[in-house]
């Protein structure tokens, strides 16, 4: 099992900036691919961004290309999310993912553990 616990979360202005923080535990030493997803009130859970076990691919939803980047330091079991350029319509929560895979995944249903999500709210 892997446990997962994001950080990072809060309000920001229009094109401000955030980093978010998923820390990983447990059984942290398989290769596992790791995802961040965000759901915004009323709307389904979405893709973000993905990272596979390396750190030596990434993929990104086209709405964040360019303003966002995912990224691992498999020594201290941590991946991050670096949000640039944030819009209002960045507003969600954030969700951090892991699936015990070499390749990229990036479908929910996909993913087998989660985080329990972080707040961003971006303000016009």
């Known amino acids: 099992q892997v446990q997962l616990v994001e950080s990072g979360g809060g309000l920001v202005q229009a094109g401000g900036s955030l980093r978010l923080s998923c820390a990983a535990s447990?059984?942290?030493?398989?290769?596992?691919?790791m995802g961040w997803f965000r759901q915004a009130p009323g709307k389904e859970r979405e893709f973000v961004a993905a990272?596979?076990?390396?750190?030596?691919?990434?993929y990104y939803a086209d709405s964040v290309k360019g303003r966002f980047t995912i990224s691992r330091d498999n020594a201290k079991n941590t991946v991050y999310l670096q949000m640039n350029s944030l819009k209002p319509e960045d507003t969600a929560v954030y969700y951090c993912?892991?699936?015990?895979?070499?390749?990229?995944?990036?479908?929910?249903?996909?993913?087998?553990?989660w985080g329990q999500g972080t707040q961003v709210t971006v303000s016009s």
């Open positions: 993912a892991a699936v015990l895979r070499l390749t990229i995944a990036t479908m929910h249903y996909e993913y087998d553990h």
């Open positions: 447990g059984r942290t030493g398989s290769t596992y691919t």
């Open positions: 990272i596979n076990w390396s750190g030596g691919s990434t």
